[in-house]
């Protein structure tokens, strides 16, 4: 190869930066060492993250779009270091969110016959990319790369997975940076619908006496918040968001209901119970807001916008299907759109509001919705709120109230515990002068927090705060509702001094014990320019409410701890407490 | 075998890559939809695959698997097409052993069905028989009298009547 002439990986990077990916976290390992060496001597823009864990890797590419929108790099080796991105990838696809995974291979030659870190990565992730490429040729690198970023940027967002054998990476690369796509199959058609099927949505919200709105992840990723409000304010409609969508419609505003579903706010579930039409605003009404999805909204008229058609009628059907881009749909759908006469209805609400409203413990030692609360009052819901999974999330839902989009980073259709870390380092190095607040649980932080080191080196002021009640809550509330309290495998006995592991990385630890301390111990993390752990010791027993039980429809919405038993959910009857249930 | 679940035709028009086929094929083994037949074969032009596929499994669950399949990058159109829409043929191989004693039967049956010789032993005969999947059943039905040793069927392909695109 001549002087001046790139190589596959080089191409590679070089490819990466010229379709506009500003950052990319990972690890080399053998097969990655020609795209390691590439970012050592091509890399001019992209700033490059080393990570401690693969897993994090995907997770803080994911944390990123989430907070910016933008799309970040994976770089990882084969095998191992490719299969140890497969959660995140999986957490990326089920969420919508867009990624350009990159996996080094086994030489050409080697592909199949079982050489040393070779996993046949282009087949075992098939199900959880919106599209992969198994590169086998160093000339298809440029073209391969616009593709990619095109496909995972595009429709409904998604991660793209490019696997580079280590010898396509040092093949020449004869053809230059300049390429077409060649995708003759792919249609995001962001105005997927007829006029007609407008017409039909502005006779359906004409004739609606008592409609709700449900907002979720499309209308954030279409940045449609704007045309949402207008929706909502002329329609006079409350509206309810999903774990996706918080924000994308205003917490504080008098027409939200906030959020829907499993642990929603019970008049947010009682307005869909009532409704006359429900309107989904890119929602996928999946089964964590249905409740029973065949009684979902049974007597109303349902209609569902989507840019993702395959999304039409999987649980639920609709009487009006509108594929597109939500912000193209409503900006279609506002002119026809008159002023609502809901004021019955917002009344009805209301009473609703006051009837069951919110609402914590504050006795008998700390209660996470407490942190939530007073971290929420001194930040003024400003932060970037980034979550793991389980009690936490459900309660930072809650009580964390968001006026902005892109602002309430959480797993959701994966409900991947190890997300909440990773995905706020992420966000931090896409919004570095906001302030990035990771709530997380014992359970969840534990399986990622060698991501500690990563916010360590790069000074990412992101604060921590570990709801720590020494339990995988969220199973041990099944347990105790469903299971006869029989507590299996979910005391986390045993959990280091957090504090303590953030100082060993040399990141400020702190401890919470007091419902006194809260206001001081909060401020002094916050104010800290630094990374910070907080160990908040919160009660051991505690519940996560409203809910609405597993295979009971939304009416059912249960506000305190039941005082007799309900039966076990149905399909899991004669099954002991799920092998999966850190995903419940 | 579960004879309640009504078949379907499908029509994938795909582009030429890689992993095109397995991703055809997840979305159907997700669903739990068994697949009778699949046929790939090149399309018009060359950098197209056409895949013909018969599957039975309930209505929801084909709509579902046709979205999703319309959503694989690589596919152009996905459709499905009943049987009245259609020329639909298959070709199947049937090797049946037969003497010379009962030679004359099974010629008997093939020259029904317009089924040609193409192999002929002093122990065995192969059929070449092409029509619809029906009239091969009905064939194959017959020649199980004699010893059939081994059957080899291409699997259904369709093309759209008229000006309808397959």
Same mark, same amino acid.
């Given at each position: 190869m001549s002087e001046n002439q790139?190589?596959?990986?080089? !191409?590679?990077?070089?490819?990466?930066?010229?379709?506009?990916?500003?950052?990319?976290?990972?690890?080399?390992?053998?097969?990655?060492?020609?795209?390691?060496?590439?970012?050592?001597?091509?890399?001019?823009?992209?700033?490059? #993250?080393?990570?401690?864990?693969?897993?994090?890797?995907?997770?803080? !590419?994911?944390?990123?779009?989430?907070?910016?929108?933008?799309?970040?790099?994976?770089? #990882?080796?084969?095998?191992?270091?490719?299969?140890?991105?497969?959660?995140? @990838?999986?957490? !990326?696809?089920?969420?919508?969110?867009?990624?350009?995974?990159?996996?080094?291979?086994?030489?050409?030659?080697?592909?199949?016959?079982?050489?040393?870190?070779?996993?046949?990565?282009?087949?075992?992730?098939?199900? @959880?990319?919106?599209?992969?490429?198994?590169?086998?040729?160093?000339?298809?690198?440029?073209?391969?790369?616009?593709?990619?970023?095109? @496909? !995972?940027?595009?429709?409904?967002?998604?991660?793209?997975?490019?696997?580079?054998?280590?010898?396509?990476?040092?093949?020449?690369?004869?053809?230059?940076?300049?390429?077409?796509?060649?995708?003759p199959g792919y249609k995001p058609e962001p105005k997927g619908y007829a006029p007609e099927t407008i017409r039909q949505i502005a006779e359906a919200l004409a004739k609606s006496q008592r409609p709700v709105i449900i907002a979720g992840h499309g209308a954030v990723l279409a940045r449609a918040e704007k045309e949402l409000r207008q929706l909502a304010e002329t329609l006079q409609a409350p509206v309810a968001t999903t774990l996706l969508g918080k924000g994308v419609f205003p917490d504080s505003h008098r027409l939200s209901l906030q959020g829907l579903g499993m642990h929603g706010t019970a008049y947010a579930n009682r307005a869909v119970v009532e409704c006359d039409l429900m309107i989904s605003v890119g929602a996928r009404l999946d089964d964590r807001i249905l409740g029973v999805p065949s009684q979902f909204c049974r007597d109303a008229v349902k209609i569902h916008i989507d840019i993702d058609a395959a999304e039409f009628g999987k649980l639920v059907k609709p009487d009006i299907r509108c594929r597109g881009d939500a912000k193209a749909v409503l900006q279609d759908?506002?002119?026809?759109?008159?002023?609502?006469?809901?004021?019955?209805?917002?009344?009805?609400?209301?009473?609703?509001?006051?009837?069951?409203?919110?609402?914590?413990?504050?006795?008998?030692?700390?209660?996470?919705p407490q942190v939530i609360d007073a971290l929420n009052k001194l930040t003024g819901g400003k932060a970037i709120m980034a979550t793991d999974v389980g009690q936490h999330q459900m309660w930072a839902w809650q009580f964390y109230h968001c006026d902005q989009p892109w602002q309430f980073i959480s797993s959701g259709g994966a409900g991947t515990m190890g997300f909440g870390l990773p995905a706020a380092i992420g966000a931090q190095f896409g919004r570095p002068g906001e302030l990035v607040v990771a709530v997380v649980g014992d359970g969840g932080f534990q399986m990622t927090m060698s991501e500690l080191a990563t916010a360590a080196i790069h000074k990412l002021p992101v604060k921590v705060l570990i709801m720590n009640n020494h339990y995988l809550g969220m199973v041990r509330q099944w347990q105790d509702m469903f299971y006869d309290e029989r507590y299996s495998g979910v005391d986390l006995e045993g959990n280091p001094d957090f504090a303590e592991l953030a100082k060993a990385y040399g990141i400020l630890g702190l401890n919470l014990k007091r419902a006194a301390d809260i206001p001081k111990i909060l401020k002094r993390a916050l104010d800290h320019p630094g990374p910070a752990v907080v160990n908040v010791e919160v009660v051991h027993h505690e519940e996560v409410y409203p809910m609405v039980p597993p295979g009971k429809p939304l009416e059912d919405t249960v506000l305190e701890h039941p005082r007799r038993k309900r039966g076990r959910p149905t399909g899991r009857r004669s099954r002991p407490a799920p092998a999966a249930a850190k995903k419940a | 075998m579960t004879?309640?679940?009504?078949?379907?035709?499908?029509?994938?028009?795909?582009?030429?890559?890689?992993?095109?086929?397995?991703?055809?094929?997840?979305?159907?083994?997700?669903?739990?939809?068994?697949?009778?037949?699949?046929?790939?074969?090149?399309? =018009?032009?060359?950098?197209?695959?056409?895949?013909?596929?018969?599957?039975?499994?309930?209505?929801?669950?084909?709509?579902?698997?046709?979205?999703?399949?319309?959503?694989?990058?690589?596919?152009? =159109?996905?459709?499905?097409?009943?049987?009245?829409?259609?020329? =639909?043929?298959?070709? =199947?191989?049937?090797?049946?052993a037969v003497d010379s004693a009962h030679r004359g039967e099974v010629l008997q049956i093939a020259d029904h069905f317009r089924a040609k010789t193409v192999d002929l032993s002093e122990k065995s005969i192969v059929l070449e028989a092409t029509g619809s999947s029906e009239k091969l059943d009905a064939m194959v039905n017959l020649l199980r009298k004699f010893k059939i040793i081994e059957l080899v069927r291409t699997g259904k392909v369709i093309v759209a009547r008229g000006e309808r695109e397959t």
């Open positions: 790139m190589n596959g990986a080089e !191409a590679l990077i070089q490819s990466l930066e010229k379709v506009g990916i500003e950052i990319g976290f990972g690890i080399p390992g053998g097969s990655a060492i020609p795209i390691y060496d590439a970012l050592y001597k091509v890399r001019r823009k992209m700033k490059f #993250v080393l990570v401690r864990h693969e897993q994090g890797a995907a997770h803080e !590419a994911d944390g990123y779009a989430r907070a910016t929108g933008k799309p970040a790099a994976v770089l #990882v080796t084969s095998g191992p270091g490719a299969t140890n991105t497969v959660t995140g @990838i999986m957490t !990326a696809y089920m969420d919508s969110v867009p990624m350009v995974v990159i996996t080094g291979q086994s030489v050409r030659g080697m592909l199949g016959k079982d050489a040393f870190q070779e996993a046949d990565v282009f087949n075992l992730t098939m199900p @959880i990319v919106k599209h992969s490429y198994l590169v086998r040729n160093a000339n298809d690198i440029p073209r391969v790369v616009k593709e990619a970023y095109h @496909i !995972a940027t595009t429709g409904r967002p998604g991660p793209v997975l490019i696997d580079v054998p280590k010898d396509v990476g040092t093949e020449a690369c004869t053809v230059g940076l300049e390429s077409e796509m060649n995708l759908l506002l002119p026809l759109v008159k002023p609502g006469d809901t004021a019955e209805w917002l009344k009805r609400i209301d009473g609703f509001k006051k009837k069951w409203p919110m609402g914590y413990a504050k006795k008998g030692g700390l209660h996470p | 004879t309640e679940l009504p078949t379907h035709n499908l029509s994938i028009y795909v582009a030429n890559r890689p992993g095109a086929l397995a991703r055809i094929a997840q979305t159907f083994s997700r669903r739990g939809f068994n697949i009778d037949s699949l046929v790939v074969s090149p399309g =018009a032009t060359g950098d197209f695959s056409r895949m013909t596929i018969t599957a039975r499994g309930d209505r929801n669950g084909l709509e579902q698997i046709m979205m999703q399949c319309s959503k694989l990058v690589d596919v152009l =159109a996905c459709r499905e097409h009943t049987d009245e829409e259609v020329v =639909a043929r298959e070709l =199947a191989l049937v090797k049946v």
